[in-house]
Structures are given as C-alpha cells and as structure tokens.
C-alpha cells in the first residue's frame, strides 16, 4: 500500500465554530467541515470534476456592517470626546465586532460539478482566496484530465443540438408595469417636501410629524416591496438600482438620524439644557446639516427614480396592434 | 463529437449558464447580472459507461472471477489474489483491489483514503482541560477525565489533515496542573483540620 501523502491547504475558510476548509492531495481535493470535536470529509478526484463556477455576490449586507461600524466608531469617539470614555469604548468594541461582521460576509460563491453531484464550496467566500484556490484547483485538474481548448469546447457544441433539459430552461422574466416603484418614487418626493416644509417654516406641530413619520415609514415598506416585486422582472437596471440605493441609504439616514440626536442630547446636557428642548435641536447646526442630507437624498432619489422609470415605460410602450378591416362595417375584436 | 446536454447555473439565480460564458472569465449572468466565472473540464464532455458489463466465459479453461463465476476474469486483487472480472476490479491507490478487500480494510480503519470522518481526540482533552477551569470546581472531575481522553486515545489515528500532537501534551499539561492543585488543597485542608484537632 503505498503511504498516504499529506494534504496541502487551499485558500479559504469559513465559520467559527463549524469550519470549512479545502485541502489537496495528488489525486483529489478535500472538502473538510469541522466542528470542535470532529471533522467530516468529501472527496472530489480530479478525474471526475466536471467544472468549477464561481460567481460574485452583491456586497450588499458587508456595506451595511461597515456603515454601521464606521457610525458607531464615530458615536464612540464623540461619547470619549464629551468625557463618558466607559460608554465610548463600548461603542468603539461594538464597532470593532459590525466591522469584523462585515468582514466575514461572503461576496462569492463557488461550486463543483461532477457527473453525479453538484456541491457548493462553503470554504470559498472571498473573492481574492477563490481565485487563488481555483487557480490551484484547475492546474491540478488538468494535470490529470488535460486541457480544454476553445477549439475542442466549440467542437462540442454544435449550434442548436443542445437538447433542452430543465436545467437549461432560462426562469421566466415576467413584464412589470412598475406600480409599486411609482408609489415608492412617488412618497419619496412626499416626504422630501414634508421635511423641506417642516425645516423651513420650524414647525413642530404633531400632525406634521405624524406625516412625516407616515411618509417615511411608506417608502421603507415601498422599498422592500418593489425589491421584491422586481426581482426576476423586466424592470429597467436603473430603475432596480435606484430601489437599491433607497434599501441602503434609508438605514444610513436613520443611523445618522440617531448619531446626530444622540450628540445634540450630549452636547445640549453639557451646556445644562434639557435635551427635550425642540428649539435648541432644531436650531443646532448639526440638526440643520443633517436635515438638508436627509431631504436632498430623498429628493435627488426619488427624481432620479421617477425619470428612470417614465423612461422604462417609455421604451417598452408597445403600441396596441393595427387592425385593417377589409369590410369597415365589421367590428373587429380588439379594434 | 456528441453534443453538450450539461448545463451549468449561476450559483446566485438558478439560471444557466450559456456555453459561450464557459472558460471565460468575467461573464455575467443574462439574469441577474452578477458577475461570474466558468471553468469546465473535459471530463464533463466524457461518457459513463453505464451498461458496463463484464464480458461472459466463452471458452472451457478461461478464468472466471471469483465473485462472478460465469464473468471472465481480467485481472487479480492486488491483495488477497483473487481473480475479479471488470466490474468486480476497483482501482484504488494505484492497484487493483477486491471488494472484499476495501471493505476488510475500512473495517479494520486501515484505509484512511476511505474515511468520511474522524473525532478529535485531542481537541477533546483540551477543552476538558481548559473550559471547565473556568468555574474551577468541576476540574475535580474534568481533569482526570482529560488524562483520560488523552491516555485512551493517544495513538489513536487523528485527523486527516497535517496536525501535531500539541493539543495533547497541552490538555496533559493543565490537567495534570489541575490534579495537582486539587491534591495540594486537599492535603491543606487535611493538614489545617488535623492542626485544630
């Protein structure tokens, strides 16, 4: 028996508690997942790997934790900055722990096909390891399969034999008139204008908070509605973007919102104000700066949402059909 | 050449892959446009023979195979000698073996090429060492439990991947420090009692 070679480590890693990991050996890869106390093993010999796809996610969630960091790492500084350092450090630790967060987000994806199993790569999560672990994986596949050339792939494919599978059933993309991205665009420039009116005039009355609060709150459930509605749609890119940028930029505002309180109420109990005292918000310069950021993103989004998407109505407006009737007597359906 | 009836998704929406995207790198899905990267291999254009079948005895004083008495005989187990026909020969670690032999030897743990899972032992002895001194009391039992573990298992096969012996000789170590601990505070206790008395 000839004596068992030891494995080579791939880039890449995931989990904490339960890990994955890919190891390699002259034959074959190992895909590991290991708790504390155990570890399970998956072969893939080289000779069987169909093909490897690796795909880039959004990195959507990261931004959130590294917004969210870089918000509390502020707040913390500002908390030791007013002489409360126990309650600064916490927020610094806190900080430290959404930044770690954001940094474990995976922003790809990568799976294996062999001729009788597909599985996902949970080890491959980053970009920069996948491409070095992949880059290993296809020299030691080839150095047991060969390689494939471009000329021997097209060789393969002959145009229009591909039979049709399942598999290769592209998933419907259903038309979307783009209802619910109208009403989002639509309360944006609502409550952009409540605010401007609000910051304005100085008002504090109640019921015109209530509407600014109903309009804010309509646009984050808008936003994740038309998310939603929009996925697998022939909604235009810009448009989905713009629904994007409004599911990121509300929980930033809302963040900033709280900082920007949180230091007023600080600043205001060290000069000996009550913190309560809407005036002296309201008059802070902090308040007024973040007031403006708070209405212009609204406003320039939802503009930019509502020509997006008068353009994209615009561009697939089919005209309704021409009928000619050769007997103008006759009433034609649809006509 | 026979064409291509695989298909290859994008691993985010579900949707295939066309084959022009394949070996390309930086391609995006038609769906939901996320970026990715195709490699395929030529086993995928490869055929499993799956009506494989081991061709019958034609002629008197052919070998036959010994678990297939009416299959001829290709080719003898590396191992135990026995004659197989082609769909009794495995090919592993370079020889031919039986299936008899592949499984004698993973019953017997010889075979770590076949291993699915392995525990570990040390990392075991480790935490009984360590996480329980913690709340110090329970090392009382955790301790000789952790000497335990590491003594029982010491030459017991280990993980797959590269690894020393580290694990163990800390986990000994502590517990060892742990025991001693405990009897230094019991001979104390003993000797302060035994002095009021």
């Given at each position: 028996m000839s004596p068992a070679q030891e494995y080579r480590r791939l880039p890449g890693r995931s989990g904490l508690l339960i890990r994955h990991s890919l190891w390699v050996q002259s034959d074959h890869l190992l895909r590991v997942r290991s708790n504390p106390f155990s570890e399970q093993y998956r072969r893939y010999y080289f000779a069987d790997i169909q093909a490897l796809v690796l795909t880039e996610l959004p990195g959507t969630a990261a931004f959130y934790w590294y917004a969210a960091a870089i918000s509390l790492a502020f707040l913390g500084g500002l908390l030791v900055y007013s002489v409360h350092p126990v309650w600064g450090i916490f927020f610094g630790l806190v900080a430290l722990i959404a930044f770690y967060a954001g940094w474990r987000v995976p922003n790809c994806s990568c799976y294996l096909k062999t001729s009788v199993s597909t599985d996902k790569l949970?080890?491959?999560?980053h970009l920069r390891a996948a491409r070095k672990a992949i880059a290993s994986l296809i020299v030691e596949t080839e150095k047991v399969q060969g390689t494939l050339s471009r000329e021997t792939l097209d060789a393969h494919h002959a145009p229009g034999s591909t039979p049709i599978t399942s598999g290769s059933i592209r998933p419907p993309v259903s038309h979307y008139g783009g209802q619910l991205h109208w009403i989002l665009f639509g309360s944006m420039l609502f409550h952009a204008s409540v605010s401007a009116v609000v910051w304005i005039t100085g008002s504090t009355s109640t019921p015109v908070g209530i509407i600014a609060g109903a309009a804010s709150a309509a646009t984050l459930l808008f936003a994740i509605l038309a998310a939603f509605k929009q996925h697998r749609s022939d909604m235009a890119r810009g448009v989905r973007w713009a629904v994007i940028a409004t599911l990121v930029l509300y929980p930033l505002d809302t963040i900033a919102g709280l900082a920007v309180s949180m230091y007023i109420g600080i600043q205001l109990a060290s000069k000996?104000?009550?913190?309560?005292n809407t005036q002296a918000v309201l008059n802070h310069p902090a308040f007024k700066i973040f007031r403006v950021a708070d209405v212009t993103w609204f406003l320039v989004l939802g503009c930019i949402g509502l020509i997006l998407l008068w353009l994209h109505k615009r561009s697939t407006h089919t005209p309704p059909p021409l009928v000619v009737s050769e007997n103008p007597g006759i009433q034609v359906d649809g006509a | 050449m026979p064409p291509v009836s695989e298909t290859l998704s994008c691993s985010k929406c579900g949707a295939s892959i066309p084959?022009?995207?394949?070996?390309?790198?930086h391609a995006f899905c038609a769906l939901c446009r996320a970026p990715h990267s195709t490699y395929v291999f030529p086993a995928l254009f490869s055929k499993i023979d799956q009506a494989a079948s081991a061709a019958a005895i034609?002629?008197?004083?052919e070998a036959s195979c010994y678990y297939h008495p009416r299959k001829r005989a290709v080719v003898p187990c590396d191992q135990c000698g026995r004659f197989l026909c082609t769909l009794c020969q495995v090919e592993f670690l370079g020889q031919n073996w039986c299936p008899g032999c592949i499984d004698a030897h993973k019953q017997k743990g010889?075979?770590?090429?076949?291993?699915?899972s392995r525990p570990l032992y040390d990392n075991m002895a480790l935490v009984l060492a360590t996480l329980p001194a913690v709340l110090v009391w329970p090392t009382i039992i955790t301790a000789p439990m952790s000497l335990y573990v590491a003594a029982r298992n010491w030459r017991k096969p280990s993980s797959?991947?590269?690894?020393?012996?580290a694990r163990f000789y800390v986990a000994v170590l502590l517990a060892v420090v742990e025991i001693v601990g405990w009897v230094w505070l019991a001979a104390f206790l003993i000797q302060s009692l035994i002095s009021r008395g």
């Open positions: 949970p080890a491959i999560r000996g104000l009550k913190p309560g | 084959f022009e995207d394949w070996n390309r790198e034609v002629a008197e004083g010889q075979l770590a090429n076949l291993d699915s797959l991947l590269p690894r020393t012996k």
